[in-house]
């Protein structure tokens, strides 16, 4: 059941043959462009978790440049922005109970990374910042000014540090891979939570160091099947469904004393 | 076999919940109790989210009363009016309890509430059953004879105004004990997903001197109604009801009972309860160290309600 394995192609494959390297005469800037062969991806109830593989292109790519290896590539499918709030548990009287609690604003559900490279050999931390790239990176507004920015960091931390042991945030270094000069595959982990809704990919292209260029596309992912069907039923008809779930037990209960009579 | 579940959203094993299902059925035909207590802890130890395993729980028990409540219509023990006064008392009773479960919720403190409630509740009927039926195996060792209480004594309950009369439990009371407990008890089962006929079955012998034959059918009666209520609030407030995982426990459960009501026959009445005791206090137990201990992670998420 794991194996979704969706491929999103390339869509700007024909640019290739235009953006042949030989004929580069003038310095022309690098260009980077991913397409997704589908703009929505189903999972089923019993996804427990797949890989994403994304094609790309970079196009104008210098060779020299491109044998050195000093082009990096950082894709990210980021998931739906939701508001959060994350709950600190302290001990009273031995108990331990949750008491402090942030709320933010905006968080993505999901934050999957592939790069060529270990992040922190692409390029330096301020380039992230200004990118806000990165799990790292990613600006949390907090609900509430007020607090202290020691809270605030203090809350942001473990965040993503849940975020990350959950399988939502994650990392693939090594996950973007050059197939030759001009075409790329990244590979970005799913978690068997993924978030359903808008997803955006988004590719970025280093040259030694340097940013780029950015390239994206957006995503839907679906659940589908019989238990999406009962989940969606108990959202929109929650009173019907209810009514549902009584007879189905009393129907039960009766059927139980059919079979199995005692007196 | 892993089964998704979709209120929960989460894969389970289908053998294990059918499993979990059958021992609660077999131990509640034992001893004649619905199991609701015993099936929400569980669920919450099998990780389901507590807000989920208590409206799952209160759907599964009635499964089991109905079944239970059929076999005394037909037996014709059962108070339909005590039931139906029990059972007003018990609407209002789920409804502030629904109430205080979404509040409880928004605050981030339901399932700190749900555990102490589960602790302090089967401690206190754990160990007062397990003195009460280890004392009554003393007495039968030694030989004395047990002491009965004598029915048709009064207490302050039967002096209060408003009676009404009771044809079927031969009873004479005010109405307002009989609210309040339904009300307690509907309080119970929209927080904690129990019937209450752990606590109803006693109420109804010690404080409102129901005779015995009537008091598990008019309990079961009221337990089936306020059951339902409480999933029907449940389900329209909180989506928190998976009928996929009740009916896996309902299953288990129904088949479960009948082999436990043959084992049940096979042991004496102080020995049943000392063990249902022992079993009561173990998941109080349980629960209570998981308040002690250091949780593997301080910090937790949640999603904001819209509400």
């Known amino acids: 059941m794991a194996g979704l394995r969706a491929f999103l192609v390339v869509a700007s494959l024909s640019l290739l043959a235009v953006a042949s390297p030989g004929k580069a005469q003038t310095p022309v800037t690098e260009n980077i462009q991913i397409g997704l062969s589908t703009d929505h991806v189903s999972i089923t109830a019993g996804f427990s978790g797949a890989d994403l593989t994304i094609f790309g ?13 000093r082009y990096d590539i950082i894709v990210v499918l980021e998931g739906p922005a939701r508001p959060v709030v994350v709950r600190r548990k302290d001990r009273v009287l031995g108990i ?84 030759s000069q001009n075409l ?56 019907l469904y209810g009514v549902f779930a009584v007879s189905l037990a009393m129907l039960t209960g009766w059927l139980g004393r059919l079979v199995f009579r005692k007196d | 076999m892993g089964i998704y579940l979709p209120i929960a959203e989460l894969s389970v094993n289908i053998f294990v919940l059918l499993a979990m299902g059958a021992a609660v059925g077999f131990l509640s035909g034992m ?16 990780n389901i989210p507590p807000a989920i395993a208590v409206a799952t729980g209160a759907n599964q028990v009635i499964a089991s009363s109905f079944s239970g409540a059929l076999s005394h219509v ?75 209480k004598k029915s048709g004594q009064h207490n302050w309950i039967h002096r209060l105004p408003l009676k009404m009369r009771f044809r079927a439990s031969k009873l004479f009371v005010s109405v307002i004990p009989v609210l309040g407990l339904g009300a307690g008890i509907g309080f119970l089962s929209s927080i904690m997903g129990v019937g209450g006929g752990f606590i109803m079955v006693p109420a109804l012998i010690y404080l409102l001197k129901v005779p015995t034959n009537v008091v598990i059918g008019t309990s079961l009666f009221q337990i089936i109604f306020t059951s339902a209520y409480t999933t029907l609030v449940h389900a329209t407030t909180n989506q ?30 102080e020995q049943l309860r000392a063990l249902l005791a022992l079993l009561v206090l173990a998941v109080a137990i349980r629960l209570a160290i998981d308040l002690f201990v250091t949780p593997p992670n301080l910090y937790s998420l949640s999603g904001v309600d819209p509400t």
Do not use: C
């Open chain 1, 57 to 69: 292109s970079l196009e104008n790519a210098d060779p020299l440049v491109a044998r050195q290896g």
């Open chain 1, 96 to 179: 331990w109970i949750n008491l402090e609690s942030e709320t933010f604003e905006n968080v993505p559900v999901s934050y999957s990374v592939a790069t060529t490279r270990p992040l922190q050999d692409v390029t330096d931390p301020n380039s992230y910042k200004q990118l806000s790239l990165g799990a790292a990176n990613i600006y949390m507004q907090p609900a509430d000014d007020g607090d202290s920015p020691a809270t605030i960091q203090e809350f942001t931390a473990a965040l993503r540090e849940r975020k990350t042991a959950t399988g939502l945030y994650s990392e693939n270094v090594g996950g973007v891979q050059f197939l």
């Open chain 1, 184 to 239: 790329f595959r990244a590979t970005v982990r799913l978690a068997p939570n993924v978030p359903v809704g808008t997803h955006k990919a988004r590719a970025f292209l280093f040259k030694s160091g340097l940013f780029i260029k950015e390239s994206s596309a957006q995503l839907e992912i679906r659940k589908s099947g019989f238990e999406q069907s009962i989940f969606r039923v108990a959202h929109d008809y929650s009173f």
């Open chain 2, 31 to 46: 001893f004649g109790v619905g199991g609701g207590f015993l099936i929400t802890p569980l669920l919450i130890f099998y």
């Open chain 2, 74 to 148: 037909k037996r014709g023990t059962l108070d339909f009016k005590l039931g139906g006064v029990l059972l007003a008392g018990g609407i209002v009773g789920s409804t502030g309890g629904i109430f205080v479960f979404g509040f409880l919720r928004r605050l981030g403190q339901l399932d700190l509430f749900i555990s102490l409630l589960y602790v302090v509740l089967l401690g206190t009927v754990g160990g007062l059953m397990l003195v009460e039926s280890v004392n009554a195996l003393r007495a039968t060792r030694s030989g004395a004879a047990p002491v009965l």
């Open chain 2, 240 to 269: 928190t009801v998976d009928v996929m995982l009740a009916f896996l426990l309902m299953a288990g459960g129904v088949a479960g009972a009948q082999y436990g009501a043959k084992a049940g026959q096979r042991l004496r009445g």
